[in-house]
């Protein structure tokens, strides 16, 4: 279930860092501000990675975090190579393809939100799915109609498809990676920028910020923005 304290108290921390290192928030948008990090890179676990197959030798390329850690402690962009070694395709050459595959990607995540999928809470007796509930009883109590033993439960709540945009973000955001991941792992990503050229690693970073632009973009279009800042669902989350 949901545990509001969780996240009563990672709310509180955000604003504290914030206020502590004078950093500018931007009430409006809660997708740039609750970069879940720590406990939140463990609840990033959860999403479904960034998956697309490559224009040229179709190999699925799975996107994981903004950079990809190797055995022999290097690491790469993933705007930079596909996963098949043999193909010499580089994402960022395709960055149209990637937009579209991200806009797709979110679409069918906010659809799947809003076709509020109802299954059984005890799928070992009883896997009774249905949609028939309308959003507005969302969060309340519903015995299951099959076996009226447990109670019904959302397939896709906001909770995880706010997970989703967040986590989609984040794949984008090489400042907020950095702060979320320990010394070694940030010094293989700056001794990894410093053999790329200059030209190179602006490109990646322009790139991963367009991205992420985008993403706002697909957000803001959807309509579910709106839905989802609003008090309803803020109540929704802190006094549950
Ligand atoms: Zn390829
Ligand atoms: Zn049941
Ligand atoms: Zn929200």
């Not at 996240?7 to 950093?23: P, V």
């Not at 109802?118 to 076996?147: E, M, N, V, W």
């Not at 959302?154 to 706010?162: K, P």
């Not at 986590?167 to 010394?183: E, H, M, T, V």
Request: include cysteine; proline fraction near 2%; charged fraction near 25%.
């Amino acid at each position: 279930g949901l545990d509001s304290s969780k996240y009563k108290a990672r709310q509180q921390k955000n604003y504290l860092k914030d206020n502590e290192n004078n950093i500018e928030n931007n009430d409006d948008d809660d997708f740039n501000d609750e970069l879940l990090l720590g406990e939140g890179s463990e609840a990033f676990k959860q999403c479904d990675p960034f998956v697309f197959p490559c224009v040229q030798c179709d190999t699925l390329n799975f996107w994981n975090a903004p950079f990809i850690f190797n055995e022999d402690k290097t690491c790469i962009s993933p705007l930079l190579r596909c996963k098949n070694v043999n193909c010499s395709s580089q994402p960022i050459d395709h960055v149209v393809y990637l937009r579209n595959r991200l806009t797709l990607m979110i679409n069918k995540a906010i659809r799947r939100y809003y076709q509020n999928w109802l299954r059984c809470d005890d799928d070992t007796c009883c896997a009774f799915r249905t949609r028939q509930t309308p959003l507005g009883i969302l969060h309340k109590r519903h015995l299951c109609t099959s076996c009226s033993k447990s109670e019904l439960i959302t397939e896709y709540d906001d909770r995880q498809l706010n997970l989703q945009l967040r986590f989609l973000k984040q794949l984008f955001n090489i400042d907020a990676y950095k702060n979320s991941i320990n010394r070694t792992k940030i010094e293989q990503v700056d001794a990894y920028f410093k053999t790329l050229s200059v030209d190179v690693t602006r490109s990646i970073h322009k790139n991963m910020t367009e991205l992420q632009l985008h993403i706002d973009r697909i957000i803001q279009k959807s309509g579910y923005a709106e839905v989802c800042i609003s008090n309803l669902f803020a109540q929704f989350y802190f006094n549950a």
